[in-house]
């Protein structure tokens, strides 16, 4: 079976970080790209990163740039989200989802429903 489970999430201040993890299990990890979505309260999900686990390529949402950093572990089939300089915006519901590993500005519209997604981890930032 294909597992993403998705951690890391809590409750910090504003200008702090967190870090999420993804461990995923049940699909050839080289074969697929990693992204990290998240979705506030009243608002649709929004694509925050993208990594394309073959060769590192990595893509962010403008909202995120220079913040926050997406990374593998291809040993442990795990992915990160490195969440620095958090601001309240950034409060939301984050997911991890894997699809079959693509390139371009258009990586969002691959993820569709059918793709792999995990559980979600909630992320808080207080202002």
């Known amino acids: 079976d294909v597992q993403l489970q998705a951690s890391g999430g809590g409750l910090v201040q504003a200008g702090g970080s967190l870090r999420l993890s993804c461990v995923t299990s049940?699909?050839?990890?080289?074969?697929?790209?990693i992204a990290w979505f998240r979705q506030a309260p009243g608002k649709e999900r929004e694509g925050v990163s993208y990594i394309a686990t073959s060769d590192g390529m990595t893509y962010y949402a403008d909202s995120v740039k220079g913040r926050f950093s997406i990374s593998i572990d291809k040993a442990k089939t795990t992915a990160y989200l490195q969440m620095n300089s958090l601001k309240p915006e950034d409060t939301a519901v984050y997911y991890c989802?894997?699809?079959?590993?693509?390139?371009?500005?258009?990586?969002?519209?691959?993820?569709?429903?059918?793709?792999?997604w995990g559980q979600g981890t909630e992320v808080t930032v207080s202002s």
């Open positions: 049940g699909f050839t990890f080289d074969d697929y790209g």
């Open positions: 989802a894997a699809a079959p590993e693509m390139y371009g500005s258009d990586w969002r519209g691959h993820f569709t429903d059918d793709e792999y």
